[in-house]
């Protein structure tokens, strides 16, 4: 790659994105200025001018894809708003759903309470006041059903936020859409399954790494052969910053972890190609604006490149890092909340100037309780504005080009450049995954994100970082917030629905639907999401199966580190 690019290179890659462009298809939304001006699609340098290393910022729709995947930008299609939503029972989100979706949402994220998030029935004495308190309490295919009653799932595009009992959760998802007549093979969501994120930052883990590896491989290989516009694995690098990481660690851990999930499916023999299309990406969109505009860019930049030039992808879809993107949760304030409002509107504008395939706003509410129906509507028609009203949506990658923001990109692209260097050392066999393995036994990860969040709530408490409502114009005249509380009666009622359930099922096929699942398991080479969906048809519940799966596997207990 040269230094510099000159006119005629410059040029060459004009032409073939504006043919590129001519033949994609576009939205018909008006795409003048406020004062009635028209906007060009994409901006870059003027006839005749010497950019230095232009090959690194590029057209949108071209490798390295710093500009955007696609050549239209929003012009084509905007970007997905998906509210992430759940609470109580499987009756009172799937309400919300509906709401969501009759207000503009272009697709579901499913929030889980704790129970379900550690593969626990609500029944379960460790569930006992957690039941629905900060998502939904699903126990077996049956919750589901009612989940998404009434939302047909081949319509939807729907992200699921767990990981650990992530698997069974997919295939009652699956079975759901099987009980509603669908076509199994057209359903198109997300599941996160990142398991790596959980020992590195959220820590909602059951099994020890390598089980849970085996369990994303087979759905890696499920996906592929059979739903392939599902994505089986969305890396999250949200959860690593709410930890408080730095923008470049979150950068640096996340693409990480999706360099280790490719490596899983290079070592189960799957066509890159085929498997790769199938990851996502879920970043956190922060509150200092340019930064995380600069590390939207970065991240596609590096993820083309690594893709082609280390695991070999040839084509467009194998390079491309498509991502999911959500405003910081860690930046709202318990005091003066509404300014998180503001805060929110801030970051979401950041994730669209950088590129952001879909998008959650969260609710001013959010810090406080799981939000409130008023603060959602908000927190959706905040997307609306920036979509319908602000011209953002006008013009690809309109930042591209500004000196700041190229600076800051390239500086994002060099720091996760050298924490990679780290990961493979750590491992000492080249892989990420050897590194990534080892790091997380050895708490490199977990020490080096205390850092970088003790550091920050020192310059906070020291009052070098300025927040408003806070340390800074803490005077103010709001009043309480009512926010949305859940009753201790919807563990009461979903409890009596699971042992009813439990008193009315087959008993029969569901113990010997669970024994060929307990015998998969430990045997080699055995794909485990067929008999788990068995499972789950003859309505085990998710304690049950993760339990099964425990007893081969064993649980996972994090080292103490002082």
């Known amino acids: 790659m040269s230094d510099q690019a000159g006119p005629e290179e410059i040029e060459a890659g004009g032409e073939r994105w504006r043919a590129a462009y001519a033949k994609a298809p576009k939205t018909d939304r008006d795409t003048t200025t406020i004062s009635g001006d028209e906007t060009a699609p994409v901006y870059g340098p003027p006839p005749g001018a010497v950019v230095p290393d232009f090959s690194r910022i590029g057209w949108p729709g071209e490798h390295p894809y710093t500009r ?6 929003y012009r084509g299609r905007p970007w997905t708003i998906r509210q992430f939503a759940g609470f109580g029972n499987a009756a009172q989100t799937n309400e919300r759903f509906r709401a969501i979706l009759a207000a503009g949402g272009g697709g579901l994220s499913v929030a889980f309470d704790m129970p379900t998030l550690m593969g626990r029935d609500s029944d379960d004495p460790r569930s006992l006041g957690e039941v629905g308190h900060c998502g939904v309490a699903i126990d077996s295919a049956a919750d589901m059903d ?3 009653r009434d939302i047909p799932l081949t319509d939807v595009t729907t992200s699921m936020t767990i990981s650990g009992p992530a698997v069974p959760v997919f295939c009652m998802y699956v079975v759901a859409a099987e009980r509603q007549g669908a076509d199994i093979g057209r359903l198109n969501g997300t599941l996160q399954t990142d ?6 930052a959220q820590k909602e883990w059951l099994f020890p790494p390598e089980p849970h590896l085996r369990l994303i491989g087979d759905l890696m290989e499920f996906c592929a052969q059979g739903i392939p516009a599902y994505k089986p694995l969305s890396v999250s690098g ?7 990481s730095t923008a470049a660690q979150e950068l640096a851990y996340t693409l990480a972890d999706g360099f280790g999930y490719v490596e899983l499916g290079l070592s189960r023999g799957l066509d890159v190609e085929v498997f790769a299309p199938g990851l996502s990406f879920f970043f956190d969109a922060h509150i200092d604006f340019f930064e995380e505009i600069a590390k939207f860019r970065a991240a596609r930049r590096i993820w083309a490149r690594w893709m082609r030039d280390v695991y070999g992808a040839k084509t467009a879809k194998a390079q491309w ?3 999911h993107t959500q405003t910081a949760g860690v930046s709202l304030t318990a005091q003066q909340p509404e300014n998180n409002i503001v805060r929110t509107a801030i970051e979401a504008l950041a994730a669209v100037l950088g590129g952001t395939n879909s998008l959650h706003t969260n609710a001013l509410d959010e810090v406080l309780a799981l939000p409130s129906a008023k603060a959602a509507e908000i927190a959706v028609r905040t997307q609306q504005v920036i979509l319908e009203e602000t011209g953002a949506a006008n ?3 309109p930042l591209g080009g500004s000196w700041y923001i190229e600076a800051l990109t390239d500086r994002l692209e060099a720091q996760a450049e050298e ?3 780290r990961i493979k050392d750590l491992g000492g066999d080249g892989t990420i995954t050897a590194g990534l393995l080892r790091g997380i036994d050895e708490g490199y990860f977990t020490g080096e994100i205390a850092e970088a969040s003790f550091q920050y709530q020192q310059a906070v408490e020291k009052g070098d970082k300025r927040i408003v409502g806070v340390n800074a114009h803490t005077e103010t005249i709001e009043e309480p917030l009512e926010i949305l509380r859940v009753s201790h009666e919807v563990e009461i009622a979903q409890n009596k629905a699971l042992a009813e359930r439990r008193a009315h099922r087959d008993d029969a096929a569901v113990q010997a639907a669970l024994a060929t ?3 998969g398991a430990t045997r080699d080479g055995v794909n485990l999401i067929p008999p788990m969906l068995d499972a789950v048809r003859a309505e085990a519940t998710l304690g049950e199966i993760c339990g099964v799966l425990k007893e081969i596997y064993g649980t996972y207990t994090e080292p103490a580190r002082f």
């Open 68 to 73: 955007g995947l696609y050549p239209t930008g």
């Open 146 to 148: 009612v989940l998404f």
């Open 195 to 200: 398991i790596f994120k959980e020992y590195i």
């Open 238 to 244: 949200y959860h690593i910053r709410e930890a408080g």
């Open 321 to 323: 890092l498509r991502f």
């Open 395 to 397: 013009v690809a990658d």
């Open 419 to 421: 924490i990679f260097q």
């Open 517 to 519: 699942l307990r015998s």
